[in-house]
């Protein structure tokens, strides 16, 4: 029943910035994880980075020290900020939302996704 939609993927040059953005239909603070995922053409879909509930965050070794995920649970959205861009960073990023309900379901929801290409 959640819904997420992402904004913010455009074009950009190489050691460029861009910030991504994920709102959810309801409230995200009591999900167990945020997170964003990227599909790079011809490759397989790639997890980027995680921010828990608890308020940690983890990333992907190649995006490390570039992108940085946040959770403005007040708002019901999640953003990546990505610097430092580079051409292998071109691909189309998705917003996922894993959980559990209050009556023991598991949840797994993801957007549409947003496209972001980097130009060299």
């Known amino acids: 029943q959640v819904q997420l939609v992402e904004s913010g993927g455009g074009l950009v040059q190489a050691g460029g910035s861009l910030r991504l953005s994920c709102a959810a239909s309801?409230?995200?603070?009591?999900?167990?994880?945020m997170g964003w995922y990227r599909q790079a053409p011809g490759k397989q879909r790639e997890w980027v980075a995680t921010?828990?509930?608890?308020?940690?965050?983890n990333y992907a070794d190649s995006v490390k020290g570039r992108f940085t995920i946040s959770r403005d649970n007040a708002k019901n959205t999640v953003y990546l900020q990505m610097n430092s861009l580079k051409p292998e960073d071109t691909a189309v990023y998705y917003c996922?939302?894993?959980?559990?309900?209050?009556?023991?379901?598991?949840?797994?929801?993801w957007g549409q996704g947003t496209q972001v290409t980097v130009s060299s």
């Open positions: 996922n939302a894993a959980g559990r309900t209050t009556r023991g379901g598991v949840y797994n929801y």
């Open positions: 309801g409230s995200i603070g009591s999900v167990a994880a």
């Open positions: 921010a828990s509930s608890g308020g940690t965050t």
